[in-house]
T-cell receptor, first 110, second 118 residues
Framework: DAKTTQPTSMDCAEGRAANLPCNHS???????VYWYRQIHSQGPQYIIH???NNETNEMASLIITEDRKSSTLILPHATLRDTAVYYC???????????FGQGTELSVKP | KAGVTQTPRYLIKTRGQQVTLSCSPI?????VSWYQQTPGQGLQFLFE???????NKGNFPGRFSGRQFSNSRSEMNVSTLELGDSALYLC?????????????????FGEGSRLTVL
């Protein structure tokens, strides 16, 4: 199973872009990169996923390097409500189970 | 559209007892998976069910079991509870293809059942 490496914590000023890196150097060709976040004591919330192309939705953008060994989640205008633990996950096939790492604790400060 | 519903939200048990947790997936979702979250181990995959069949299992002892019903609702059971079983148990549902193949979409998580073992 491909594993991911993320910084333990990051700070971001409110209104600025938050760029959360993730390393997944052992990813296989058919494995997707998923990002989830978990606000304290709630269930994880899906943010975005991608295979090899960059992706954007209403919440965030996902930039995947050409060799697919790393990716960056971008929250374009971070708010205090974006304070959470962000998990970068490589989805294992078949079965689709998620292997969570320790995630990055993002603190958005006024 | 209702989200993933887990019951009970909170419960307290004593060592040696057993517990059953319930999960109702989003309507139309046929794949249900379970995760355990503890401060020390983080989020860990327990098992996944599709069409009443367990098709993936994490590294947990046999005391942890589950099942899925024909309406896709799922239950998990932990027998002979230990102090270390205290955790937030999360259920997630997702779409699955006709043959159960993984659809490259997201998992929707419930709010979890917080179990405390005394």
């Amino acid at each position: 199973d491909a594993k991911t490496t993320q910084p333990t914590s990051m700070d971001c000023a409110e209104g600025r872009a938050a760029n959360l890196p993730c390393n997944h150097s052992t990813i296989s060709g058919n494995e997707y990169v998923y990002w989830y976040r978990q606000i304290h004591s709630q269930g994880p919330q899906y943010i975005i996923h991608g295979l090899k192309n960059n992706e954007t939705n209403e919440m965030a953008s996902l930039i995947i390097t050409e060799d697919r060994k790393s990716s960056t989640l971008i929250l374009p205008h971070a708010t205090l409500r974006d304070t959470a633990v962000y998990y970068c996950i490589v989805r294992v096939y078949p079965g689709g189970k998620l292997i969570f790492g320790q995630g990055t604790e993002l603190s958005v400060k006024p | 559209k209702a989200g993933v519903t887990q019951t009970p939200r909170y419960l307290i048990k004593t060592r040696g007892q057993q517990v059953t947790l319930s999960c109702s997936p989003i309507s139309g979702h046929r794949s249900v998976s379970w995760y355990q979250q503890t401060p020390g181990q983080g989020l860990q995959f327990l098992f996944e069910y599709f069409s009443e069949t367990q098709r993936n299992k994490g590294n947990f002892p046999g005391r942890f079991s589950g099942r899925q019903f024909s309406n896709s609702r799922s239950e998990m059971n932990v027998s002979t509870l230990e102090l270390g079983d205290s955790a937030l148990y999360l259920c997630a549902s997702s779409l699955a293809g006709v043959k159960g193949e993984v659809v490259a979409g997201e998992l929707f998580f419930g709010e979890g059942s917080r179990l405390t073992v005394l």
